[in-house]
């Protein structure tokens, strides 16, 4: 090789090594300021956001696994002490997830109760007089606090109801349910599953299965509809116009009869009119239904609505028609005997609005 081809290789030589020395201080000053500005996201694109949805599993996730680990250490050992409440960083308790129903005869059972509960009307058709659900009104399938999670009602019963003056058990409670909440009397059957009916049983398991690991007796956080204080103006109906038709009418109609997916099903349920829930059930109740709306409406948005709004908005669902009271009916009641027996809370009944007397129950042109 000549001297002069001897000097162009050493030249490219050193112009390769400057041009790897530049790229490189080029590439830690591009790095450093990606670091320093936070600029990641704008160079490999935004990362993976996880879901409201995937959160709440993984939390459950945990808190179940940390309880099978407590329950092993006490079976092994007394000293270590029973297994702690499986709760998540709200202390809300957490349910065990859908994929954990176990593959065997009870978990059949606890399938189907929640098919049930899901779609009541579907699965326990022959009993439900209305287009509602159980999950209408116990959000997550049963499972979400402060929805009158079911977790929290099977554990307290046996209990004692004023509603119908005595000791219940979860199938009294659940009878009620379809009674009032999805209307029994208007449907096929004419009335709630009969005493002993499988629905009560495959029912029962589900709620039995949710509460696997909770507290017995026991007044849990996120059991029931939260009771909120009155507001500081009495309800009013004509205010809660104007709530329904800023939050909730996207979803319900400005005619609250719900929305329908492709297959006819209700995927938001009618608030009022005859296809919703009846002039017994507990929802009727103006504090009743703020309570629930405070804590779970408008959907993916809870306790946006301040008290006040919640009040007024519940007091304007409630004031349309819906069926007739069963009880009313039953004893052959007219709206003053009936009111005087069983309305004597915060409620329409009786009273006349937007020219219908409330209580006489809803025609399907209501």
């Not at 090594?17 to 590439?27: D, E, K, P, Q």
């Not at 696994?65 to 202390?91: C, F, H, I, N």
């Not at 009104?137 to 307290?156: D, E, K, V």
């Not at 103006?233 to 038709?245: K, L």
Request: proline content about 8%; hydrophobic content about 30%.
């Amino acid at each position: 090789m000549s001297d002069h081809q001897t000097s162009q290789m050493h030249r490219s030589t050193r112009r390769r090594l400057a041009y790897a020395s530049v790229g490189a201080v080029g590439l830690f000053i591009v790095g450093a300021l990606v670091a320093d500005y936070d600029l990641l996201p704008y160079v490999t694109g935004p990362a993976p956001q996880t879901t409201e949805a995937e959160r709440s599993a993984q939390i459950a996730r945990a808190a179940r696994t940390q309880l099978d680990e407590q329950r092993q250490a006490w079976q092994e050992d007394l000293s270590a002490g029973p297994p702690e409440l499986p709760v998540g960083p709200k202390g809300y308790y957490q349910p065990p997830l859908k994929e954990d129903i176990p593959d065997d005869e009870f978990g059949d059972a606890v399938t189907r109760g929640r098919e049930i509960f899901v779609n009541t009307g579907t699965n326990a058709g022959e009993f439900v007089g209305n287009d509602l659900a159980c999950a209408n009104c116990h959000l997550n399938a049963g499972r979400r606090p402060n929805s009158a999670p079911m977790w929290a009602a099977i554990t307290n019963y046996p209990a004692y109801r004023g509603k119908n003056e005595m000791i219940n058990i979860i199938e009294d409670r659940v009878n009620g349910c379809f009674t009032y909440s999805m209307n029994a009397p208007g449907s096929p059957g004419g009335g709630p599953p009969p005493q002993g009916h499988q629905v009560y049983k495959d029912l029962e398991s589900y709620f039995s299965w949710l509460a696997d690991g909770n507290a017995l007796r026991e007044d849990v956080p996120g059991r029931g509809y939260p009771s909120l204080e009155e507001p500081e103006q009495d309800y009013d109906r004509d205010r809660g116009e104007q709530v329904f038709a800023d939050n909730c009418a996207v979803c319900h109609g400005l005619n609250g009869q719900g929305q329908k997916d492709l297959n006819g099903r209700y995927i938001f349920p009618p608030l009022w009119g005859p296809n919703s829930y009846n002039w017994g059930a507990g929802m009727h109740r103006v504090n009743t239904a703020a309570g629930f709306i405070k804590a779970n409406m408008p959907l993916g948005r809870p306790d946006s609505l301040s008290n006040q709004q919640a009040w007024d908005v519940a007091a304007y669902i409630n004031s349309f028609p819906r069926p007739a009271d069963p009880r009313q009916v039953d004893e052959d009641l007219d709206l003053d005997e009936a009111k005087e027996a069983y309305h004597q809370h915060q409620d329409y009944y009786g009273e006349t609005r937007n020219g219908a007397t409330l209580g006489k129950g809803a025609s399907p042109q209501s």
